[in-house]
């Protein structure tokens, strides 16, 4: 069975500029996360797909950040456009239905200069 | 205060030894606990639930649960040098939310 995949591994943008991240969850998980951590801190949820459907978005930090999960599948999330604190490995997790373990993706690093 | 305090180490230990990692949480209404661990560079790897209190064994590690102190705990038993890693405290703090709040990470490093 495949792991949670995410797209691209690194990325660095100016700022200003605009991300778009993608994870690919593992196949048949309805449950999506979004998690990041920026330097020095602890891994920060950022917010929760079920299915297509936000469930829960309390740990999007601002209004520059737009996630996406149409059809249910694969997420997108875009960083529009980019401030210098962005910086940081951006995971995506994903869990089956009522499952609460969570399967974790390898990230993506995205450095803002 | 941390929602979720780990003590960021380095913890060492002798190969063969009981590591000991601990974490303590802050929410007493917090429903379920989870060990990860991460190698340098790489991703949070789930290595142990836990939703009841007292032990649950699964091989080499132990997680043990304390509602009542609010503490959750791993024991990693004949540590092997391949078991340095930091491991990431993870709860789950409350029953309708699924997202996972974690600790900073201790840093394990088993020494041959």
Not at chain 2, 51 to 57: A, L, P
């Amino acid at each position: 069975e495949a792991g949670v995949t995410q797209f691209p591994s690194h990325s660095v943008i100016e700022k200003g500029q605009t991300v778009t991240l993608r994870c690919d969850p593992i196949s048949g998980h309805d449950n999506l996360y979004w998690y990041r951590r920026v330097m020095g801190k602890e891994i920060k949820f950022l917010l929760h797909f079920v299915k297509e459907s936000k469930q829960d978005e309390s740990g999007m930090p601002n209004n520059r950040f737009l996630a996406e999960r149409t059809g249910g599948t694969y997420s997108t999330l875009k960083v529009q456009p980019a401030e210098l604190e962005d910086s940081g490995v951006y995971f995506c997790a994903s869990s089956q239905g009522s499952v609460y373990e969570q399967y974790f993706g390898p990230g993506t690093r995205l450095t803002v200069t | 205060q941390k929602e979720v305090e780990q003590n960021s180490g380095p913890l060492s230990v002798p190969e063969g030894a009981i590591a000991s990692l601990n974490c303590t949480y802050s929410d007493r209404v917090s429903q379920s606990f989870f060990w990860y661990r991460q190698y340098s560079g790489k991703s949070p790897e789930l290595i142990m639930s836990i939703y009841s209190n007292g032990d649950k064994e699964d091989g080499r590690f132990t997680a043990q649960l304390n509602k009542a102190s609010q503490y959750v705990s791993l024991l990693i038993r004949d540590s092997q040098p391949s078991d340095s890693a930091t491991y990431l405290c993870a709860v789950r703090p409350m029953d309708s939310s699924y997202k996972l709040i974690f600790g900073s990470g201790t840093r394990l490093l088993v020494r041959p």
